[in-house]
């Protein structure tokens, strides 16, 4: 079979490959790609596993055994760490991560797999994995985001952005999502959003930051208002660090929180939210390349509308 690999930083080969081992396999149907992937590529990731490393995290497709179409979830938590026993298992300290979607097949631990609901495509089924992080972003600001009239501000209009803003709108906030560019602003509205080039300072009762660069952090610190929810969604580079001002943190008492992964049942729910429809993929889906193209596409610029990337492994 036909995999892409890792062999270093910048280094992709599409290569073929001895059928993957593992608990279960999975014939891809289709594997989108974010900008994880686009790390990993660049730099590598701790995720990776030791090079030559397949790598790929959206995934969807077909169980060899039964025939069942599944989302290979990225990541199975031990489920007894200290973290697993109070049910934040995203922070699991012995993840096994489930990575190899840029590939034809791929092996998985049952575990990993999220029944695909009936009439849900692969491409669409696939985002599940990025929505659920979005799902448990929003659970992060916990009741802000429930109040009625709460007014909620995210900050960029990357896919993630998008259905962050699609999520609060669904859940009653008066949204602002804010972006520079104007194919992502109409996107945004499109969504239920109202959409800016720029954040007002202070007003906004939930903030989500979905950008990852410490100037974007403070930007979204600046824009809470007295009593918000902060989350910060986006991975800044490694090794940043973020100036905070200490008197909104104190005297208007924000709180600032971290949103990192998701649960299985995030997963779900995710799964859930594209096949009825609430949050259209249509909206979010880009265009689809084989393996052979995957390096060039994942690393070429952004711009414009933010749309995910599809990789078929079998065209
Ligand atoms: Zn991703
Ligand atoms: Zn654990």
Redesign the pocket.
């Known amino acids: 079979m036909r995999a892409a690999l890792l062999h270093g930083p910048g280094d992709l080969r599409v290569e073929d490959v001895a059928e993957p081992g593992g608990e279960v396999l999975v014939t891809v149907e289709a594997a989108t790609a974010c900008a994880t992937d686009a790390k990993c590529l660049r730099h590598g990731h701790l995720i990776l596993g030791p090079y030559p490393a397949r790598f790929g995290h959206e995934t969807v497709g077909v169980r060899e055994d039964t025939g069942a179409r599944v989302l290979v979830g990225d990541s199975v938590?031990?489920?007894?760490?200290r973290?697993?026993a109070s049910g934040r298992?995203q922070l699991?300290?012995?993840m096994t991560w489930v990575l190899g979607g840029f590939a034809q097949q791929i092996a998985a631990p049952a575990a990993a797999l999220h029944a695909v609901p009936d009439g849900l495509e692969a491409t669409g089924a696939a985002m599940a994995e990025p929505l659920a992080a979005a799902v448990h972003a929003v659970a992060r600001a916990g009741a802000a985001v429930t109040t009625p009239g709460a007014r909620a501000a995210v900050l960029g209009g990357g896919t993630m952005g998008l259905m962050l803003a699609r999520l609060l709108v669904l859940a009653g906030c008066d949204v602002t999502l804010a972006d520079r560019h104007e194919e992502r602003r109409a996107q945004a509205r499109a969504l239920g959003a109202r959409a800016v080039a720029t954040l007002d300072a202070g007003g906004h009762d939930v903030v989500m930051e979905a950008v990852g660069r410490p100037d974007a952090w403070r930007t979204a610190i600046d824009a809470a208002a007295p009593a918000a929810v902060v989350v910060l969604v986006g991975g800044c580079p490694a090794g940043s660090d973020v100036t905070l001002p200490a008197a909104p943190l104190h005297y208007a008492e924000l709180d600032v929180r971290g949103a990192f992964h998701h649960t299985p049942a995030e997963v779900d729910h995710a799964l859930a939210l594209l096949a009825s429809g609430d949050v259209d993929w249509h909206a979010l889906a880009g265009p689809t390349v084989g393996l052979e193209d995957l390096h060039d596409a994942l690393l070429r610029p952004s711009g414009g509308e933010a749309r995910k990337l599809v990789v078929d492994p079998h065209r």
């Open positions: 938590p031990c489920g007894t760490c973290f697993c298992t699991c300290a012995r």
